[in-house]
C-alpha cells in the first residue's frame, strides 16, 4: 500500500500489521514524515494500551518518503494507493495531482476516505460547517463534489467500483483502472 499524505502515521501504523501489507508512508510536510517515524519507533504497549503489534509493525511500516503530488513522483510500485483527508484540505490542483499520480502508477486499487457532496450538496450539516471552515481558512480548500472527482479519475482511466458509507457523513471510494 502506498499512502499518500500519511499525516500523523496512525493510519499507516494501525492499518499496516492488521491488513498484512507493506505500507509505505508519505506526505509533503517533513513535521508529518517526523510523525510517522515517531509512530514506527512507539514503544508497542502505547500509546492508551491499544495493542500495537511491535516488531511485527516495523516491517510492515517502511521509513517514510517524501512525496509531494504536485510534482513528479518517485519511482515506486504499489498494489493499492490510499489517500485519507487530502483532498479538502488542499488546492484542487492537489486532487487532480493525486489522480494523476496514482493512475500512472497503475495500481490494482485506488482508495480515497474523506467527506464528499452529492450532486451538488453537501450530505449532512456536519459536513457544510466543515466546509465553510475549510474555505474560510483558505479558499481553495473545500469539500469535493463526487461527480467532479470521478469525472477526473476517469479521464485518466480510473473507474469508481465502490462508494462505502464511513462513519460521520465520510466515504470511503475505490477506483481501478477502466
Ligand atoms: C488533514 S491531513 C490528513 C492526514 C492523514 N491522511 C489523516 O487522514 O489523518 C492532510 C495531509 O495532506 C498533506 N498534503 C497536503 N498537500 C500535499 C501534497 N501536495 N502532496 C502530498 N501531501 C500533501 C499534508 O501534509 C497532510 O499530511
Known amino acids: 500500500v502506498l499512502e499518500i499524505a500519511s499525516g500523523t502515521g496512525q493510519h499507516a501504523v494501525y492499518f499496516a500489521p492488521r491488513l498484512a501489507v507493506t505500507w509505505q508512508p508519505t506526505d509533503v510536510d517533513p513535521s508529518y514524515r517526523d510523525s510517522v517515524s515517531g509512530w514506527q519507533a512507539a514503544d508497542p504497549a502505547e500509546p492508551d494500551g491499544a495493542d500495537w503489534p511491535g516488531a511485527e509493525l516495523r516491517s510492515q511500516v517502511l521509513p517514510p518518503l517524501h512525496l509531494d503530488v504536485t510534482a513528479p513522483w518517485p519511482a515506486l510500485a504499489a498494489d493499492i494507493v490510499y489517500c485519507a483527508n487530502m483532498i479538502h484540505i488542499a488546492p484542487w490542483n492537489v486532487a487532480l ?15 480515497l476516505y474523506g467527506p464528499y457532496k452529492r450532486g451538488g450538496v453537501h450530505t449532512a450539516p456536519s459536513n457544510a460547517d466543515f466546509d465553510a471552515w475549510l474555505r474560510g481558512r483558505d479558499p481553495s480548500f473545500g469539500v469535493r463534489d463526487l461527480e467532479v472527482v470521478v469525472a477526473e479519475a476517469a479521464n485518466r482511466g480510473l473507474r469508481l467500483v465502490e462508494i462505502n458509507e464511513m462513519p460521520a457523513n465520510n466515504l470511503m471510494l475505490v477506483f481501478a483502472p477502466m
Open 97 to 111: 495531482g493525486l489522480l494523476e499520480g496514482a493512475a500512472r502508477l497503475g495500481p490494482r486499487a485506488l482508495v
